[in-house]
């Protein structure tokens, strides 16, 4: 049902957006990848091969200025392969009843000559939402085309990615780390 309310929102904004610039995710060269320190090991590395997202621009009035990137947690791949079903499970991500990641901006201040972005994003995993800063580096391609790296470090404890004996943070860690380079196509 999250997933659908979801896909409904960013098909409605859309919309509501013809005016402003909109621009999409293009999935095929875009990429999302995340990092957890381990103690005496391997750091659990991985990435979400589904994920989804646009970013609206209004350079008329930037308060309407909004972006909305979702991954499906169900869809990711780590190097422990063999932990895979324990990370989707209720004592980690829960994704049979929170399938999406999601990060949500508004009101940032954008204008085409800048390529840093500092701004504020309300990230929500397994129900729980939190603010946290985001740097942003823009890279205009082409006219239509720009990539935007990213990178974010929140709690895997503030929101309940772990718990019983895998809350401790000894041996995995508290951060996560996650990478992003997002290639966007304007519409």
């Not at 004996?165 to 990478?179: E, G, P």
């Amino acid at each position: 049902m999250k997933v659908i309310f979801s896909l409904f929102f960013i098909f409605l904004y859309c919309k509501q957006s013809a005016a402003n610039d909109l621009w999409t995710i293009d999935k095929n060269i875009s990429s999302i990848e995340f990092e957890v320190p381990v103690l005496f090991t391997k750091n659990v590395i991985g990435k979400f091969n589904e994920f989804d997202g646009f970013v609206s621009l209004d350079l008329s009035n930037q308060n309407n200025n909004k972006a909305l990137i979702n991954v499906r947690i169900d869809s990711l791949d780590i190097n422990y392969k063999r932990y895979k079903d324990l990370v989707l499970s209720e004592v980690f991500f829960d994704a049979k009843k929170y399938p999406l990641g999601l990060i949500d901006t508004n009101n940032f201040k954008f204008n085409y000559e800048d390529n840093k972005i500092n701004l504020i994003g309300e990230l929500t995993i397994k129900g729980k939402s939190q603010n946290i800063p985001i740097n942003i580096e823009v890279i205009k391609l082409a006219s239509e085309l720009v990539q935007v790296k990213s990178e974010i470090s929140f709690s895997r404890n503030d929101f309940k990615i772990g718990t019983g004996n895998w809350k401790n943070t000894t041996i995995l860690k508290d951060k996560i780390k996650i990478k992003a380079n997002i290639f966007l196509f304007k519409e």
